[in-house]
């Protein structure tokens, strides 16, 4: 933008140390607001994808036949399946804490993807750790006889493709409780520096 007067000397912009600037608990709140919403972002991602599994067993509940679905023949899902698609509602609570800086909503967002993230993922490795054990040390030399003992769905060994989404969702949900704690360490520094004053 061009100034309309005579330029003072020493105003060339090289000042801007002496400048005010965004105390550093602001900055890294905005920083860390934005990386969380990305991770809010990826877990509805991994949710409509846990959607999809589920939707064979959805629509046998309510009575409605679809031939491609059937014919997926997707096995029936266990119960953590439908309790780990409860930690979608819990975005909410997340979003809802970062749009008003609400310490304590995001506590309970913390707590929440701890119980209804972590929870389920872990109950699942457990739940398929057999499965994946066997496969991997299974001898491909080998009779057909011991491919039995594995679960497989189009091929692939079922209790494999659950590690696959549990190591995405887990990274998904280790950066949504990094970013939380970061966000909480911010919004303290910002809150006993207002008492200070």
């Known amino acids: 933008m061009a100034s309309r007067g005579i330029m003072v000397t020493g105003t060339n912009g090289a000042d801007f140390q002496h400048r005010e600037q965004i105390a550093v608990q602001y900055q890294l709140s905005a920083l860390n607001k934005s990386r969380l919403k990305y991770c809010v972002f990826f877990h509805n991602i991994l949710f409509l994808v846990m959607l999809a599994k589920l939707s064979a067993d959805i629509l046998d509940r309510l009575d409605i036949f679809i031939l491609e679905i059937e014919e997926l023949q997707i096995p029936q899902p266990l ?19 970062i749009k008003r800086n609400n310490i304590r909503h995001l506590r309970n ?17 457990l739940y398929y750790c057999g499965d994946v054990w066997r496969y991997l040390t299974m001898n491909k030399d080998e009779d057909d006889s011991a491919e039995v003992e594995i679960d497989l769905w189009q091929g692939y060994p079922y209790g494999l493709l659950w590690y696959a989404f549990v190591l995405l969702a887990s990274q998904v949900h280790f950066f949504q409780m990094y970013f939380s704690y970061n966000l909480l360490k911010a919004w303290r520094a910002r809150g006993a520096l207002r008492k200070a004053e």
């Open 79 to 97: 119960l953590w399946e439908y309790i780990w698609c409860l930690s979608l509602l819990l975005s909410f609570i997340g979003l809802s804490a």
């Open 109 to 125: 967002y913390m707590y929440g993807i701890t119980g209804l993230g972590f929870g389920p993922l872990l109950y699942c490795v």
